[in-house]
Antibody
């Protein structure tokens, strides 16, 4: 069965960086896009960016351009999201999600990773 | 930037039909999808490409999209359907989410 398993919660200080992993299984990793979405406590969903695992091509929401890097390791079917220059407003649950082929919808989601930015 | 607008809350009695709207400029020209999210859980896709249901999603969930509005319809709403619902579309190479609607079944 398709699974996306994310790394554990992180606590970071303002200005630091964080790298979240998303290990996939149950399907061909390079055949489906991986998206990253975040959700602050009590707030809605906010799209961060996406990656095509076969080519490494990426796209980002304007608010995250230049501050987020998306990478992957095809040998382990794992996607990564690194965010730099963290600020308190980045405190949120970060999700990875698989994109449906030929559509922008996301059919499988990771369990989420809480990133807390606090001094 | 493109925006999707949802009502903050919708209430429905058990067994009745709930309709949640999502508005955006010429949204009908794009594909819309919908997610259900219960407290402390990851979102679950319930409708994609306007009207399609993923495997395992009950038939009582349906969708439509025309003009400037996409609609998620839940027929015979059950208590287990109480959740937050988000619409989503794709515009100018970006994913856009609506602000979410809290569905209360009372």
């Amino acid at each position: 069965q398709v699974q996306l398993v994310q790394s554990g919660a992180e606590v970071k200080k303002p200005g630091a960086s964080v790298k979240v992993s998303c290990k996939t299984s149950g399907y061909t990793f390079t055949s489906y896009e991986i998206n990253w979405v975040r959700q602050a406590a009590g707030q809605g969903l906010e799209w961060v960016g996406w990656m095509k695992p076969d080519s490494g091509f990426t796209g980002f929401a304007q608010d995250f351009q230049g501050r987020v890097t998306l990478t992957r390791d095809t040998s382990t079917s794992t996607a990564y999201m690194e965010m730099r220059s963290l600020r308190s407003e980045d405190t949120a649950v970060y999700y990875c999600a698989r994109g449906i082929r030929g559509d922008s919808a996301h059919d499988y989601w990771g369990q989420g990773t809480l990133v807390t930015v606090s001094s | 930037s493109y925006e999707l607008t949802q009502p903050p809350s919708v209430s429905v009695s058990p067994g009745q039909t709930a309709r949640i709207s999502c508005s955006g400029d010429k949204l009908g020209d794009k594909f819309a999808c919908w997610y259900q999210q219960k407290p402390g859980q990851s979102p679950v896709l319930v409708i994609y490409q306007d009207t399609k249901r993923p495997s395992g999603i009950p038939e009582r969930f349906s969708g439509s999209n025309s003009g400037n509005t996409a609609t998620l319809t839940i027929s015979g709403t059950q208590a287990m359907d109480e959740a937050d619902y988000y619409c989503q579309a794709w515009d100018s190479a970006t994913v856009v989410f609506g602000g979410g609607t809290k569905l209360t079944v009372l």
